[in-house]
């Protein structure tokens, strides 16, 4: 009999179901939420109160999707935390409920852990594209930037986190300041593509160990700007690709640089990217190519995956399933929760 699991994702901005049988995917269904682009970022309230609307179609939608009964789903998968906390309370006791009706046990899901795990989606029952481990795996979003090695598919260790902003932090406000709409990441990415990325240098912080830091980065972007406006009010405009490429450049160089580390160190042969910022074109290509330098194997995940999604969350939930690790009816969730 298969193991088909149904994933709810709600952690942050975004309502999501997945349904996965035996790791492979049937559905996948994101339902965005627009009304914080009027804000400049995401506010907490407005966040659960649309996931309480979005998350019956966003989950029948993903069922019909699959072509699944409620009948046929043999665990749900949630995500407990990291995140917002008024956010994972609805994803959490939907899938409860859910549970509750069918009669069938829920399976809680650590966020990060479930970004990591992407690459074990698998798009047919054909599909053995997955990484082998151990692998080293740059985790990076709008909230977390880790260096994990992966040792199992439950088995993870975090070797580096950020010490002040996220990689995506970093993005999306210096995108702010050069008044590019909320999240600022991907128009950085596009308008780097046109842009010198060694016109302009931005200071770099020298942390120890793999941990990583772009508060400093963000303050020198800040500066640079304030000083060149000083001179040419209209220098935003004027030097806007120069600043993006230099930018997403700066950020490239500090995530590589950590990463090329724990290659040497760690002697690991097969490096994975994950998370929002995974999707960024300057990222894919600086790895791409240090994974041809340095004949490692890479993996890189497909646009759809990079951003939350629930199918990360029933992938990650298929494999709790095997280990048979199931929640109870009393779990509550967390903001704050560690790999
Ligand atoms: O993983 P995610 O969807 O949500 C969090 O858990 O944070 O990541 C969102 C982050 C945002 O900071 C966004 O600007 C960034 O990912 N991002 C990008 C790109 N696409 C999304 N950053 C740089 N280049 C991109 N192409
Ligand atoms: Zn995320």
Redo the contacts with the bound molecule.
Sequence with gaps: MSITILGIES??D?TSASVISDGVIRSNFIANQEVHKLFGGVVPELASRAHQQNIIPVVDAAIKQAGVKPEDITAVAFTRGP?LLGSLLVGTSFAKGFALAQNIPIIEVN?LQA?VLVHFIKEDALDFNQPSFPFLCLL?????TQLIVVKNHLQMEVIGSTIDD????A??KC?KVMNLPY????M???MAKIGNPTKIKFAKPRIDGYNFSFSGLKTSFLYHIRDAIKINPNYIEENKADLCASL?YTIIQLLMDKLDKAVKEFGIREIAIA???S?????RDALTNYGISQNIKIHIPKFGF???NAAMIAITGYYKYLRGEFASQDITPLARFGI
């Design positions: 952690s942050c975004d995140g966020h970004h990076v979003s709008g909230g977390h996220a990689a995506g932090e993005f999306d995108a999240p600022g990441g991907p950085v990415d596009k997403q998370g929002g910022v999707a960024n074109s300057g990222l990079t951003t939350d």
